[in-house]
């Protein structure tokens, strides 16, 4: 019971500075100093969402959809190359620059070369995402794999461990935190990596969405689709969080430990 | 034949000789240690004595078989506790059964008993980071103890029953007239040198009456004397860049009369002689 009350406490401030923010946003429209095309006021920003939820929601599956899949190529993409690389040095030296270099090219430069080759389906969103949500997710695994102490393998060898019982018991667990960190950009990046690519060229998903409505000029339902991405992304970022302290009981243990 | 013996022992790191020409043997039953300040190489002698570096000369004998750079033979307790932060303690104590390919259930089985023996009772299912200094270097103990087990299974199918009798009796090995010690050797790094003072002292009495029940033929390093007079049987001193043995010292009383060794006029004589000769080198 504590420990929430204290956790409600820190946020306050967080929640008073955007409470604030709205409030002067709605004093600037209200006050005319601003014309309402160019910038809806919050209460026609929330109208806007309603009225169009279903449409929305629709939308929103769709860009889900993408992120999902693309998010889990992601992982499972990263978990390979990481391990592949911190096995085999050869393939860290040779791939690990390639790696930096993908991560130097604007994603929005990439995107209408995925659609012109892949068409306007779903397959040039999902790549892209994978593009995006690879690199953060590898990082993390790398330099977790790379943080276990060279004495804990150690160990492991002398109670006769072979490779890959030191990767089970030792690396893997201790790259966890690690890949969790980078899961959570990744989660975040997932959603707009196929937003994005949905600009475009598509035939539905916000990133759809927010083309039309830009088209005819539609500022409030913008907005709406904007929130609506914000909204998404935070609680993708808090189902990471969940699942970290499903994976690892131990540290989340030790979170409760310390606010004692 | 001894059982742990280091043949003429050099190693070098980036050809730089870190220890030179060491000679030392570890009989049934025993327990050493290796005395020496830090720098005189302890910890890359037992880098070698547990096969996890290769020596530029000489050779390591377990039993007369040489295990020169072979890891896994000898049971190997490093100078921090390295309990793994995402096993719980019983999992941790039983990753030597676990690698040597028993089930976990299994492997919780068998290290369950010991707890007691080893007063980490009521421990099993915590992590080891709400576990106190002292209470982690018993559990990395035991997790050594149990790897000795293992090992000595390894090694010699006759001796396969030294596991069940343990289990059965907890650590207290029945005098049955078999060959009540293992046939492996456990090497401790430093394994009380983060405990404060009290702590230790406490340690080193629970030290002494486990080592009694579970016959561990032992080297431990340290470097200090107090400890090394009152747990060890003999004391090597191990001094010098490149590190080398100058001296060997036999400690006459009998282990399970040391209570309070450590008051003794006999321990201060010990203990003067070990300062004089660590002086008489500086």
């Keep these: ?260 | 034949m001894s059982l742990l013996e280091a043949r003429h022992v050099t190693m070098e790191y980036d050809h730089r000789t870190i220890i030179q020409d060491i000679c030392i043997h570890l009989e049934e039953g025993e327990l050493i240690s290796l005395l020496g300040l830090s720098g005189s190489g302890k910890t890359t002698l037992f880098h070698v004595l547990s096969g996890l570096a290769l020596p530029k000369e000489g050779q390591v004998l377990l039993n007369g078989r040489d295990i020169t750079g072979k890891p896994g033979s000898v049971s190997y307790m490093l100078q921090k506790d390295l309990l793994l932060p995402h096993k719980k303690v019983i999992d941790n104590v039983s990753l030597p059964l676990i690698l040597n390919g028993m089930s976990r259930a299994d492997a919780r089985k068998k290290a369950d008993p010991l707890f007691a023996e080893f007063g980490l009772e009521g421990c099993q299912e915590q992590y080891p980071s709400s576990l106190s200094g002292g209470m982690r270097q018993r559990a990395a103990f035991l997790r050594t103890y149990l790897c000795a087990i293992v090992q000595t299974e390894g090694t010699s199918a006759s001796e396969s029953s030294a596991l069940k009798r343990t289990s059965r009796s907890g650590a207290r090995q029945e005098a049955d007239g078999q060959d009540r010690v293992m046939r492996t050797a456990a090497l401790l790094d430093e394994p009380f040198s983060a405990l404060d003072t009290i702590t230790k002292d406490q340690i080193h009495t629970w030290y002494l009456d486990v080592m009694q029940k579970i016959d561990l033929s032992t080297i431990f390093i340290t470097h200090d004397i107090d400890e090394a007079i009152l747990l060890s049987d003999r004391i090597y001193l191990m001094t010098g860049t490149p590190g080398k043995i100058t001296h060997e010292l036999h400690i006459n009383p009998v282990r399970s009369l040391r209570k309070e060794f450590n008051l003794t006029q006999e321990f201060l004589e010990y203990k003067r002689r070990i300062i004089s000769i660590l002086s008489g080198l500086h």
């Excluded at chain 1, 391990?83 to 993908?102: G, N, S």
């Excluded at chain 1, 953060?136 to 977790?144: E, K, N, Q, R, T």
């Excluded at chain 1, 980078?182 to 990133?207: H, M, N, P, R």
């Excluded at chain 1, 689709?225 to 909204?231: A, K, N, T, W």
């Design chain 1, 1 to 260: 019971m504590k420990e929430r009350s204290e956790n409600i406490t820190r946020k306050v401030p967080a929640l008073a500075a955007l409470a604030l923010i709205v409030a002067i946003w709605e004093l600037v429209c209200v006050s005319g100093a601003v014309p309402s095309y160019m910038l809806p006021s919050p209460i026609d920003v929330v109208r806007a969402f309603a009225d169009d939820f279903p449409n929305l929601m629709h939308h929103a599956a769709t860009t889900l959809q993408e992120a999902a899949w693309g998010l889990l190529a992601g992982i499972g993409l990263a978990l390979i190359m990481a391990t592949l690389m911190d096995r085999f040095l050869i393939l860290d030296q040779a791939l690990y620059p390639l790696m930096i270099i993908t991560q130097t090219i604007p994603t929005i430069a990439i995107a209408p070369l995925l659609v012109l080759w892949m068409g306007f389906g779903m397959a040039p969103k999902i790549t892209l995402v994978v593009i995006t949500t690879f690199f953060p997710i590898a990082v993390g695994l790398l330099d977790g794999y790379r943080s276990v102490d060279p004495d804990a393998v150690n160990l492991m060898r002398a109670m006769g461990a072979n490779r890959r019982q030191i990767f089970r018991h030792v690396k893997f667990p201790a790259a966890l935190d690690h890949f969790f960190s980078g899961l959570k950009i990744s989660a975040s990046y997932a959603v707009v990596g196929a937003v994005i690519s949905e600009w475009l060229g598509g035939f539905e998903g916000l990133g759809v969405y927010m083309t039309r409505v830009k088209k005819a000029y539609a500022f409030d339902k913008m907005f709406a689709v904007i929130f609506l991405i914000v909204i998404i992304s935070l609680l993708l970022m808090e189902l990471v969080n969940l699942l970290r302290d499903l994976a690892m009981p131990w540290a989340a243990k030790q979170a409760d430990g310390s606010t004692k």
